[in-house]
Structure formats: C-alpha cells, structure tokens
C-alpha cells in the first residue's frame, strides 16, 4: 500500500512536469480459513493467505514501459499454482508504439485469430497469467496489412516455461483491396511452434511441434460468418506427466460461426470440432494430473456453452474436452456446438407491454468424437470427420427480461441440462439436471435499490457431495452507488446423507468511491469449479473470511 501511495505522487508530478505519464492499479484479495463442523477443519498450514498485484503502466511519446508486482504471502490463496510463491516481479516489459510500428520487449499478450494456435492471457480470478517473455513486433505497412512475428518463453510461475515459442501471424483486409464498399472480408494465417529439446532415447524424436491456422471472416450487412481451420503437427503423447517418447499425434481444429444482427434480433451459431488440440509449451504440464491449474497452455480452447450467471446453474459445468487421452477412459476430442437467440419485443406490443420484454434463448450440445481406440498399443482411429460419438453435454436455457414498472425489473431464468461426469469428470455417472430462477429488483431512486433472487434445482445425481435438490436465494441492498450489503446461501436439502446437508451461505459488503473498490464477506465454499470464459479453476470446500481491495490510479 506504501508503494501504491508513492506510485501516485509519482504519477501526479510526473505529469505536471510533462515527464510522461504513470498510471497503474492494486489488487489484493486475502481470506482467512476457518474450521467448520460442516465444511470440515481446516487441515493446511497458513491459515491466512493473500494474493497481490500492484501494476505500473509508464508512457512518454511514443515509448511505454510496463511491470507487475505480485505477492503471495505467506501463500497463495487455496488451490492456485503451487509455483505462486513468495514476492516478485510477475511481468515486465518496454517497447515503443506508433501507427505503423509496435515493438515490445519482456511480457507481453498476443492472441492469433479465435486462438486455437495461440493467446496468452491473464485472469487472476483462475490464477492465470500465461504470458510470454521475450521479444514482440506488429508492423501494418498499409490499412489493410498487419504482420506480426514474436518469440517468447511462457510465464510458469515467477520463472519460464521450458519451451520456446515462436509466432507468426498476418491479417489481410481484402475487402478493401478489393475495393468492397459494404461487404468485410478478412483473410488470416497464423503459425505457431514450440521448442522443447528433451533428453530421450528416441533417435527420430523431433523438439519441434508445429501449428499452422488459416480463416476467413464474412460481413455483409446484418450478416456475419467466420471460419477458421488448424493443423497441429506431431507431437510426443503424455498423460498424467508421463512422456510416452515413442508416441506421436498430430492433431487438427475446425471452427465456424454464422450469425445475423438487426435492431431487436440477433441470432449467433458456432460448430467446432476439435481433435488432440492440447498444446503446451513445457509437455510434461500433466504432472499436477492433467493441468487442473491451466498452466503453459499455448492456445484458448474454452468449453462453448453458455456463461451463467447464478450459482445453482453453475454446479454441472461443462469443461472443453480437446487432449487425446487412453487412461483412465479413451477420448481425442470433441464436435459440438451452440446456438444464441436474442430477441427484444418492442414496447405496445402484445409480448413487449408497456415497457418491452427481452428473451435470450440458448442450445448447446457436445459429443466425443466417434473414434476406435487399442488402449494396449497406444493408436487409434477417428472415423468420419463430422461422425458424433458419445454425448458429453447438452443444455437449453431461456431468459426473460422484463420490467414491469419505473421501479420494478424481473429476470426469470430456466435450464434444462445433461451432463456426462464419465466423460467430462473422468468418474461414473450422468446427470439429468432442472433449475428455475427468479430475480427482482426494486429501484427507490436513482441510485437505491433492492435485488431478491430465488434458485432450484432438481437434480438425479447420485454424486453425495452434490447430490439431488438444491435451493439458493440471494438478498442484496444498495444503499446508494458507493455501499451495497447482500446475503446468499444454497442448500443441498435433497441429500440422502443429513450430515451433507449444508447450508453454503454467505454475506457481506462493499463499499466503493471513484476508481477504489472494498469489499468483505464471510461465509461457506463449495467445492467445484469457479469458471471465467469457459475456462474453469476447481476451488475446495472451505469457510472463512474474504477480504478484497481493487483501486486504479
């Protein structure tokens, strides 16, 4: 906090000399674990734990610099990269910028296309920074040319991966070389490789791993339509950070989307297929047991279904399926999809009233890829390219907005799901899974409000940790736009087992003033998966208290 303090007056003469500008942010999220006869005692060491970030962002003309504090004292916050430790420089980077010309030297974040090759990102919510360190340029020599090269080592930890990658990307704009006054069409080719020299008795054994990716992207008027396909070369085959080192696969990707926007419709599909995708620039990323913490992952493959909002409907959470894997159970991939329909009925209509209602409606379905495997020698056989095999995950969902008065709004929400734990979990069982939810928001002025929220589900799992019915509610006051209290809790009242019926409540606050956010809260965890994106970080159950500071300068 002192540094934070000095950052600022830092930054406030700096500018008033025309030394350039400074700016930056501060982010620190703590809890304190407790024991509960419930959620069970709390077993580790270090009873508190926070996780802290202190960015500085410096500019002058056309030149920047850049770098990222971070602290993790005593430790880290439950279940978060076991090589997040201690105090350090997490990132740090210079470079120069103008409108042609952008070079960047350290860390640095790039994404290729959709990112089936390559992105690197950070999300601290997952504990995830997956940036690369070493050298960056973007170079757009017209309008319609933009060429990127980089070479890096991915962050793992406060140290690098062992991998080297190197990255090659160009965007073409054809439609204005084409001199397309209304109609967009891009045109994209990326390569991505990865170098990684391991010490096998494998002769023929190649370090290097390729990945090419090309796309096209359509627009005319209220439509739009994109394509991308990838091809992965071959690569040694690992499972559960055992390195099989007379073992290859190549591997491929197929991604379209179609939609069509107008003013109160909008209607967006996407199909992707996906076989032996995972990508890593250190390959032995499975000695945790197939990377639960997302670490040296080269490119973005997030499970397509819908982002849910409430907590309920976030219990059976379908996670993207793209390794090749014999043990414990045979799968190379995934083919699916889904579909969004938006619709806004307009105000004096019959459907839209007085104040206009908006529906969103959502399907989403993924399946293994019909394929033929002999687990005792290691091979295996795709089939068809388009053929489906087994059903992993299906879900609809319909949400309808509506406000019913000045100071009333409504948000009912319904989702109907199946969910594979064999295929997606790796542990026996399916689940057939119901949930309704019902928000309502009270405004009393501009800025005062109440929210109630109601949740149930109706679920066949046989699973005791999650087990049959479940309710949630949630209340939550603003007082006005700077402090706000809520109260929420979920029960698992359906348990056969009375000893695993546990009310997972929580409350607490907020208070926020300008740029600087604070917020405290205590209450019960349970264990599952947090998700950001379709990119998911499995939490433990636990009790404590939170405490969570963001400001920016």
């Known amino acids: 906090m002192r540094f934070a303090a000095v950052a600022l007056l830092w930054s406030a003469f700096a500018q008033a000399q025309d030394y ?71 990132t740090f980077s210079v470079g120069y910028k103008s409108q042609k010309l952008e070079v960047t030297v350290g860390n640095f974040y790039e994404q290729f296309g959709s990112g089936l090759v390559l992105r690197t990102w950070e999300d601290r919510q997952l504990g995830i920074n997956n940036s690369l360190r070493g050298g960056h340029v973007t170079y757009r020599p017209f309008d319609a040319v933009e060429v990127t090269a980089l070479y890096g080592r991915q962050r793992d930890g406060f140290e690098v991966s062992r991998g080297d990658i190197y990255g090659f990307n160009t965007e073409l704009g054809l439609g204005n070389f084409l001199g397309f006054e209304t109609t967009g069409l891009d045109l994209g080719f990326s390569y991505v490789g990865r170098y990684e020299d391991l010490e096998v008795d494998n002769t023929e054994f190649n370090p290097m791993t390729n990945a090419f990716s090309t796309r096209l992207d359509f627009s005319e008027g209220s439509f739009y339509a994109s394509g991308e396909y990838v091809l992965k070369g071959k690569d040694m085959y690992q499972e559960l950070g055992d390195l099989y080192e007379d073992t290859y696969f190549d591997g491929n990707a197929l991604l379209l989307n ?95 009233g007085k104040y206009g209602t908006k529906i969103a409606l959502n399907y ?3 399946y293994g890829l019909d394929s033929k495997f002999n687990a005792v020698e290691r091979n295996y056989d795709s089939g068809d390219f388009l053929a489906f095999g087994q059903k992993y995950f299906r879900e609809t969902s319909m949400e309808v907005r509506k406000k019913i008065s000045s100071k009333w709004s409504t948000i009912v929400t319904l989702v109907d799901t199946y969910y594979n734990t064999k295929y997606v979990e790796d542990r026996a069982g399916e689940v057939n899974a119901f949930i309704t939810i019902a928000e309502a928001t009270y405004k009393f002025g501009s800025s005062k409000s109440v929210r109630i929220e109601g949740q149930h589900m109706w679920s066949d799992d046989k699973d005791h940790d999650r087990a049959k019915n479940w309710a949630g509610g949630t209340l939550e006051y603003n007082f006005n736009s700077k402090f706000a209290l809520f109260a929420t809790d979920i029960w698992n009242y359906g348990n056969p087992d009375e000893d695993r019926q546990i009310h997972y409540y929580n409350f607490g606050g907020s208070f926020t003033k300008g740029s600087t956010r604070i917020g405290a809260s205590y209450g019960r965890q349970r264990g599952g998966l947090v998700c950001v994106g379709g990119i998911c970080r499995y939490v433990p159950q636990n009790t404590g208290f939170t405490l969570n500071i963001a400001t920016a300068f």
Request: hydrophobic share 30%.
């Open 364 to 366: 989403a379905t993924w």
């Open 20 to 90: 350039g500008q400074l700016s930056g942010g501060l982010e620190s999220n703590s809890q304190y674990y407790v024991d509960d006869k419930k959620t069970g005692d709390f077993t580790e060491d270090d009873r508190f734990r926070s996780n802290n970030y202190l960015r500085l962002d410096y500019t002058i003309k056309n030149w920047f610099a850049n770098v990222q504090l971070e602290s993790f004292e005593p430790r880290a916050l439950l279940n978060y990269y076991p090589k997040y430790e201690g105090t350090d420089f997490g």
């Open 258 to 352: 179609l939609g069509y926007a107008k003013s109160g419709l909008g209607i967006d599909a996407t199909f992707r297929r996906m076989e032996n995708m995972a990508f890593y620039s250190q390959r032995d990323q499975g000695q945790y047991g197939d990377n639960p913490y997302n670490q040296d992952v080269v490119n973005y493959l997030p499970a397509l279904t819908k982002q849910h909002d409430y907590s309920l409907a976030n219990i059976y959470v379908y996670q993207s399926q793209p390794k090749l894997v014999f043990n414990p159970l045979a799968k190379a991939g995934e083919i699916g999809g889904q579909i969004d329909v938006y619709k806004k009925f307009n105000r004096g209509t019959i459907l839209g």
